[in-house]
C-alpha cells in the first residue's frame, strides 16, 4: 500500500484535544491517519467519512484495531449531518477537514490526478459521475478558459484552452501526459520552479470533483453538527481553499462576510456570531515538518471554537 504522512497531524490533535467518551468526525478519511491519532489520544468514538471507495482498506485496519470505537462511511463531508445520523449521532465534540487531493491519490497513475504519472485522464475522487477527459474533450473553449483561470488562477487560461480544442480535433485527449504536453507547449514550455502544467491540472481536478460547493456546504454541516464548544479544524492547501474557509470563519465569528466569485449564488449568515476564534487563528508547518513532508509546505491550519446555541 502506498505510504502516506498526515500534515499537521500533532497541531490538529492540539486543537481538537480529544476526551473520553467524546465524538469526533474525520470528514476526508484518506489513509486514515488523522483518525487514527485521535483514537490513540482519548477514549472516543470517530466517523470517518470519504467519498473515495479505496479507502475503505485503511478503514479495515482502524476497525480491527478500534472495534466499536471507529466507523468508516462512504461519502462526501458535505453530507456528514445526514450519513452520521444515520448512526444515532446528531452532535459532535470536534471535526476535522484536510481538504484537497490526496497523496495516494496523486502518485496513482490510474487515478489520472497528476501530469507526473501517465495515466487515464480521470480525477474522480468518488470514481463516479464526469471524468476531466469527459470535461477536456466536451467542454467549449470559453468553458475550459474559465476552468483554468477561476479554479487554476491560470494566467495562461485562454491559450491553453485554445490549444486543447486545436488538439482536440484531431483525437481525443483521454491520457495526462498528453494533457500536460498540450499546456506546456501553450505555454511556451517556459521554465519554471512548478510544472507549467500545475495550474490547469489543478483547475480541472477541482472543478470535476465541485471542490468549493463541497467546501462551503461541508463548513455548514460542520456548523450544524457541532456541539457548544466544539472544535472544528481545517487544513487547506491553496489559495483558493483557504479563501473559502476564511471567509466563513469570518463570518460566522462576527466579521463581515462576503460571497464567492466562484459561488456567486450562495451567500452567507453573518447575523449571528457562531464561532469564535483563537489566536492566532491560523497555523503553518513547521520548517521540521516541511522538510520532511513536502506536501506540508502549501498547508495552511484554521481552527475555531462552537459558540453556545444562544449565541
Not at 162 to 169: F, Q, S, V, W, Y
Request: glycine share 8%; aromatic share 8%.
Amino acid at each position: 500500500m502506498i505510504s502516506h504522512t498526515p500534515v499537521m497531524l500533532d497541531e490538529m490533535l492540539d486543537w481538537l484535544s480529544p476526551r473520553d467518551n467524546g465524538v469526533y468526525i474525520d470528514g476526508t478519511f484518506g489513509a486514515g491517519g488523522y483518525s487514527r491519532a485521535i483514537l490513540r489520544a482519548a477514549d472516543c468514538r470517530v466517523f470517518a467519512i470519504d467519498r473515495d471507495p479505496t479507502t475503505r482498506q485503511f478503514a479495515e485496519r482502524l476497525e480491527h484495531d478500534f472495534p466499536d470505537r471507529f466507523i468508516w462511511l462512504l461519502g462526501n463531508f458535505c453530507d456528514m449531518c445526514s450519513l452520521v445520523a444515520m448512526h444515532g449521532i446528531h452532535e459532535a465534540d470536534g471535526i476535522a477537514l484536510d481538504l484537497g487531493v490526496s497523496s495516494m491519490q496523486l502518485d496513482t497513475a490510474e487515478r489520472g490526478f497528476s501530469f507526473r504519472h501517465d495515466g487515464p485522464l480521470d480525477m474522480r475522487m468518488s470514481r463516479e459521475g464526469t471524468s476531466a477527459a469527459d470535461i477536456v474533450n466536451s467542454a467549449t473553449e470559453a468553458e475550459l478558459a474559465d476552468i483554468f483561470y477561476y479554479y487554476g488562477e491560470e494566467k495562461a487560461a485562454r491559450k491553453i484552452a485554445h490549444a486543447i480544442a486545436a488538439a482536440r480535433a484531431d483525437a481525443p485527449i483521454t491520457r495526462t501526459h498528453k494533457l500536460a504536453e498540450i499546456v506546456r507547449a501553450a505555454t511556451g514550455g517556459r521554465s519554471h520552479k512548478t510544472d507549467p502544467a500545475t495550474k490547469s491540472f489543478q483547475g480541472l481536478r477541482i472543478h470535476v470533483n465541485h471542490e468549493f460547493e463541497s467546501i462551503e456546504s461541508g463548513l455548514k454541516e460542520a456548523e450544524s453538527l457541532l456541539a457548544p464548544g466544539g472544535r472544528l479544524v481545517i487544513v487547506t492547501f491553496h489559495s483558493l481553499e483557504d479563501r473559502i474557509v476564511k471567509r466563513f470563519t469570518h463570518s460566522r465569528c462576527g466579521k463581515l462576510g462576503e460571497h464567492s466569485r466562484h459561488l456567486p449564488n450562495r451567500q452567507l449568515n453573518t447575523d449571528v456570531p457562531r464561532f469564535f476564534l483563537p489566536k492566532p487563528e491560523k497555523r503553518i508547518a513547521t520548517p521540521e515538518e516541511v522538510a520532511g513532508n513536502a506536501r506540508s509546505r502549501s498547508a495552511t491550519m484554521r481552527m475555531m471554537t462552537r459558540a453556545p446555541a444562544d449565541g
